[in-house]
């Protein structure tokens, strides 16, 4: 089946801690992406990635790192400098940057 | 920048009724597409319309391209409890080069 998926489904997070979300997907896509959901809100983003072994910054960056060095994973992480990270993170992909975006099942992070 | 302006922004409505929710924008999109997204879960696409002017049905839900290509519909017709959830609508500009952009979503809420 393809398909994307995150993990873990809810992630827990100490003040000062680093913490990766994990996305994989095994549609053969070149685009992947990271946006953040905040309750009652829209989609924001935060990093994408055309290709392997590039990324650059969505809108609201600050605060988190990304790499790309498989085709099919993206990784989000949500360092000690984002203040705020409590929020439902979402990963998608499309067959190229600009088509159709396809998501995952999102990610939880709640800080304690 | 460019936005999405959806409306309404929120809907409670009695199970059986229709539904409709559109999208605008000050630009011009090559593709919009429609997303539902149901309560912890990633959005899912529902409707990808690709020509000004083309109407597009998948089940209950027929979506529309608008004429001028700034606007997009959607409706629903004799809802049922399941179709709860935000519905989002999204633009693919006209070059790659430009970034899809969300809507703020419209909730959706169905009274039995």
């Known amino acids: 089946d393809g398909g994307i998926t995150q993990s873990p489904k809810y992630l827990f997070r100490k003040e000062g801690q680093n913490v990766t979300l994990s996305c994989e997907q095994n549609?053969?896509?070149?685009?992947m992406y990271w946006y953040r959901q905040d309750p009652g809100q829209g989609l924001r983003l935060i990093y994408y990635?055309?290709?392997?072994?590039?990324?650059q910054k969505g809108d609201i960056a600050e605060g988190y790192s990304v790499s790309r060095e498989k085709k099919e994973s993206f990784p989000l992480t949500v360092t000690s400098a984002q203040k705020n990270p409590t929020a439902f993170y979402l990963c998608?992909?499309?067959?190229?940057?600009?088509?159709?975006?396809?998501f995952g099942p999102g990610t939880r992070l709640l800080v304690l | 920048g460019q936005q999405l302006n959806q409306s309404p922004q929120s809907m409670f409505i009695q199970e059986g009724e229709d539904v409709s929710m559109n999208c605008t924008s000050s630009?011009?999109?090559?593709?919009w597409l429609w997303y539902k997204q149901e309560p912890g879960e990633g959005p899912v696409l529902l409707i990808a319309?690709?020509?000004?002017?083309e109407l597009t049905s998948n089940g209950r839900l027929t979506a529309q391209f608008g004429i001028t290509r700034k606007d997009s519909f959607l409706n629903i017709s004799a809802s049922i409890p399941s179709d709860v959830g935000i519905y989002f609508c999204?633009?693919?500009?006209?070059?790659?080069?430009?970034?899809?952009?969300f809507g703020p979503g419209t909730s959706l809420s169905v009274i039995p």
């Open positions: 319309l690709y020509k000004a002017g």
């Open positions: 630009s011009i999109f090559n593709t």
């Open positions: 999204a633009g693919q500009p006209k070059t790659s080069y430009d970034k899809v952009i």
């Open positions: 990635s055309q290709i392997v072994n590039d990324f």
């Open positions: 998608a992909s499309s067959i190229l940057d600009g088509e159709t975006q396809y």
């Open positions: 549609l053969n896509h070149d685009a």
